[in-house]
């Protein structure tokens, strides 16, 4: 079993930034890919950037030259530095580990006011 905890989220105003951290613990072998999610209120849930095990990376177009990923593969920790932030940013971020299964994190409240 894996658990990713994710850490860092919070509420911080337009034009300000944040970093996200999701440490995996358990049994943990090798994972594909690591990546960022987000869910809107009434929205669903989307693709913010990914990372894979070779260190390719991805991103969603709206957040493209604001979010970097990056990781730390000593500490199976998985981060996403988020400058320049809007409030359509507002959203629950949700980190995501791929191996032959998909394992998800708990959820990190990330708020940008006006």
């Known amino acids: 079993q894996v658990q990713l905890v994710e850490s860092g989220g919070g509420l911080v105003q337009a034009g300000g930034s944040l970093r996200l951290s999701c440490a995996a613990s358990?049994?943990?072998?090798?994972?594909?890919?690591m990546g960022w999610y987000r869910q809107a209120p009434g929205k669903q849930r989307e693709l913010v950037a990914r990372i894979t095990s070779g260190g390719s990376t991805n991103y969603a177009d709206s957040v493209k030259g604001r979010f970097t990923i990056s990781r730390d593969s000593a500490k199976n920790t998985v981060y996403l530095q988020m400058n320049s932030l809007k409030p359509e940013d507002t959203a629950v971020y949700y980190c995501?580990?791929?191996?032959?299964?998909?394992?998800w994190g708990q959820g990190t409240q990330v708020t940008v006011s006006s």
């Open positions: 358990g049994r943990i072998f090798r994972f594909n890919a």
């Open positions: 995501k580990a791929e191996t032959i299964y998909d394992y």
